[in-house]
């Protein structure tokens, strides 16, 4: 995505730093340990989500340029946290600090799976990870590593290192406990495997028909469940495993059905469904978002009031709570306050969030989350015109308090665009309109994290016309889904049914395109795609398909009849979706939240003259956990 000036010259400090660590030697090291940690903690970026009191911290730098990332240095903060010296570390992938005994072949059961396989594939992509994983003192002491690698990049742009940041804790683990599956080492050839059903004792069927099958077969459990199956998709293994008994009895396991899951679909977004999965398991969850069998409208009213009564209001998922800022009250009166809707309550009541300060009273901005308790206001219409100021909120905290963020170089004032949030901490804003009724047809990025915040626009070679209105649906990791809005066409201003799609983790983010087709719910070709719409929802499902309806829509058409696009397919296709239940009558001006992945709450009911937020409509994406459930864990 480019980078300033100023962060790219500190990268190449940093890179001296590592080319140098090859040549250390005798006092330099204790020298070159102090200069590294001053180094590094001179460019901790601005704890701006969480600032945890300072703690000792370890250093381990690893050389990405050689295979299975050994260890070239260590500070002597790893030494004493761990009781290996330097001279035992060299050379060796930090891995062995997963074995209680230097002489196991194998990590401790206790040690979760599914972060391993969230650190190699950070690893291999060259991006950043951070989480917490269980290792071992020398003494076999268990201890917590709260972990953060951080590729370092050339200037060709290569992975020439990775430096790790850890913060070792007391671990309070039973250790006769076992948590994680422990599979047998080696497969044995001469026991028979199972292929559709028939037994096989090593003999290859007529003409090598399963040869490939056999080989794959004759790996081990753990590399099996660990190293390949994670790597497919949760429809690919369910596929798998329904001609191969032995797959079919690996992927039994909810680890290794979690670590499929995460993999297909990120760690953030499995992290936002553990709790779905307490009782419906990952198998079956993973099944219900792919088929959409489970799919239903719901309707259920809540306690507690938003007063005044406003239209106009942006509201986001925190979690499993809804929170609602602002909104066009009385005579066009912009609203200044914050409300929050608990749906872990048995009970769910409308509170009004007591805040030190606010953000002045808008209407037509957008409200977006970062980082799970972190809310994030940008743009909309005040009682002074258009804005354009940033505004974050930690609702967790022990007193809410609105701050203002002052980026660098921010876009035009404007009302009615769009944003969404990537990888935690970066706001992205498109289009919108300014105070002289302009449409705008550009992309600025703020990232949040950084301790002194730029706007960065997003220059591509052809942008999606200037529209006002339109959806921004993220999906994968980086990459952004556009739909709709009502979009400039030559000299008029027309509804659009267009969708466009940027990655921004390209070196140069280009808008595409996309061609999609249609089918209907029974697989028939030319099928109505979506008609032009805007002020609609958009909602990206934890798979990565994003599923729209509603909006102001021109001619018949059923504002409530869905859509579902996966825009990640070599050919995307539009599909219209049937769902059962009783949608919202109206489906045009507003607010709607994805909660804990499953769950999409549309609030705001439209009566003809105002806005009722004691009404609210569920689109239930799977199985509730107090529902009936058959055939629990099935793929």
């Given amino acids: 995505m480019g980078v300033r000036k100023s962060e790219e010259t500190e990268e190449q400090r940093q890179n001296m730093y590592l080319k140098r660590l090859k040549c250390g030697g005798g006092d330099d090291v204790d020298e070159m340990d102090r200069d590294m940690e001053l180094e590094l903690a001179s460019r901790q970026p601005h704890r701006l989500f969480h600032a945890p009191a300072a703690m000792p911290t370890a250093i381990v730098v690893s050389d990405a340029m050689e295979s299975d990332f050994p260890v070239i240095y260590v500070n002597t903060i790893f030494e004493f946290s761990t009781g290996f010296r330097a001279d035992e570390v060299l050379g060796r992938n930090c891995r062995f600090l997963q074995y209680r005994d230097p002489r196991a072949k194998r990590r401790h059961p206790l040690v979760d799976p599914v972060v391993v396989s969230e650190i190699r594939r950070c690893l291999e992509e060259g991006i950043e990870?951070?989480?917490?994983?269980?290792?071992?003192k020398k003494d076999g002491t268990p201890i917590v590593n709260s972990l953060r690698l951080k590729p370092i990049h050339s200037d060709d742009g290569f992975v020439t290192h990775v430096i790790g940041i850890q913060i070792f804790s007391e671990a309070k683990v039973d250790l006769s406990s076992i948590s994680y599956p422990v599979y047998k080492e080696t497969y044995q050839q001469n026991e028979p495997f199972q292929i559709g059903g028939d037994y096989m004792n090593g003999i290859l069927p007529p003409h090598g028909q399963f040869e490939e099958m056999c080989y794959l077969l004759n790996l081990s459990d753990e590399v099996i469940a660990q190293n390949i199956l994670p790597r497919l998709m949760p429809r690919d293994v369910a596929s798998i495993g329904s001609v191969c008994r032995r797959i079919r009895q690996l992927t039994k396991n909810e680890h290794v059905r979690k670590m499929v899951c995460q993999n297909a679909w990120g760690r953030d977004v499995t992290g936002g469904l553990e709790l779905m999965t307490e009782k419906l398991g990952w198998g079956r969850l993973a099944r219900e978002l792919t088929t959409?069998?489970?799919?239903?409208?719901?309707?259920?009213?809540?306690?507690?009031a938003v007063e005044p009564s406003r239209c106009n209001f942006s509201a986001c998922a925190a979690g499993n709570r809804l929170v609602l800022f602002g909104g066009e009250g009385a005579n066009m009166q912009p609203m200044d306050d914050t409300f929050v809707l608990n749906l872990d309550c048995v009970n769910p009541e409308w509170r009004k969030v007591v805040v030190k300060a606010s953000p002045p009273g808008r209407w037509g901005h957008t409200l977006s989350c970062l980082n799970g308790s972190w809310l994030v206001v940008?743009?909309?219409?005040?009682?002074?015109?258009?804005?354009?100021?940033?505004?974050?909120?930690?609702?967790?905290?022990?007193?809410?308090?609105?701050?203002?963020?002052?980026?660098?170089?921010?876009?035009?004032?404007?009302s009615w665009h769009s944003s969404c949030t990537l990888e935690g901490s970066k706001l992205v804003v498109s289009g919108g309109c300014t105070d002289a009724g302009v449409l705008l047809s550009d992309t600025f990025l703020l990232d949040l994290k950084m301790e002194k915040p730029i706007w960065k626009e997003i220059i591509s070679l052809w942008t999606p016309p200037a529209r006002l209105g339109h959806s921004l649906s993220v999906y994968g990791r980086t990459e952004i889904l556009m739909f709709g809005g009502l979009a400039k066409t030559g000299h008029l201003q027309l509804r659009s049914g267009d969708a466009y799609t940027i990655d921004l983790e390209e070196e140069k983010p280009q808008w595409r395109q996309l061609e999609c087709g249609g089918l209907t719910s029974g697989g028939c070709q030319n099928a109505v795609v979506p008609p032009p719409r805007l002020d609609h929802v958009a909602v990206t499902m934890p798979c990565g398909r994003v599923i729209i309806f509603g909006g102001s829509i021109s001619g018949l058409h059923s504002p409530s009849q869905l859509f579902l696009l996966d825009p990640a397919e070599e050919k995307p296709t539009w599909r219209a979706v049937n769902v059962p239940g009783q949608p919202p009558k109206f489906a045009w001006g507003h607010g709607t939240c994805v909660v804990m992945g499953t769950r999409v709450l549309v609030l705001g009911g439209h009566t003809g003259e105002e806005w009722i937020l004691s009404e609210l409509h569920e689109l239930c994406l799977a199985s509730r956990q107090d529902s009936d459930l058959l055939s629990l864990g099935e793929w």
């Fill in 129 to 136: 990870f951070q989480g917490e994983l269980l290792n071992f």
């Fill in 292 to 304: 959409l069998e489970a799919i239903c409208w719901k309707r259920f009213t809540v306690r507690g």
């Fill in 378 to 414: 940008f743009g909309g219409c005040g009682r002074q015109g258009l804005l354009n100021d940033v505004f974050v909120l930690d609702l967790d905290a022990k007193y809410p308090t609105w701050k203002q963020v002052f980026g660098r170089g921010p876009p035009l004032p404007r």
